[in-house]
């Protein structure tokens, strides 16, 4: 059964960085895309950003955080290092693999806060 979690979360100033990973384990997920996404408390989950499998060779990023985050993975484990957080970036942010069913991961708490 395949597990995705979360880690890295946390409270920043505006300005600040973080860095989220996802570790994958219990399948091999070498071939599959997997994507962050994240939601603001009280509004829908929304795509942030997805690497593609096989080595990451296709990458895509939401318009509202491109130049800022940057996404990566290496082998079992995606990585989005976040830079010039705002405050509209906070949200729980989850990352997810889509096989014949969508797996998520329990989400971490990311809050931009002065």
């Known amino acids: 059964q395949l597990q995705l979690v979360e880690s890295g979360g946390g409270l920043v100033q505006p300005g600040g960085s973080l860095r989220l990973s996802c570790a994958a384990s219990?399948?091999?997920?070498?071939?599959?895309?997997i994507g962050w996404f994240r939601q603001a408390h009280g509004k829908e989950r929304t795509g942030v950003s997805c690497i593609s499998g096989r080595g990451g060779s296709t990458i895509f990023y939401t318009d509202s955080v491109k130049g800022r985050f940057t996404i990566s993975r290496d082998k079992n484990t995606v990585t989005l290092q976040m830079n010039s957080l705002k405050p509209e970036d906070t949200a729980v942010y989850y990352c997810?693999?889509?096989?014949?069913?969508?797996?998520w991961g329990q989400g971490t708490q990311v809050t931009v806060s002065s």
């Open positions: 219990g399948f091999p997920v070498d071939y599959y895309a």
């Open positions: 997810n693999l889509r096989d014949v069913r969508d797996y």
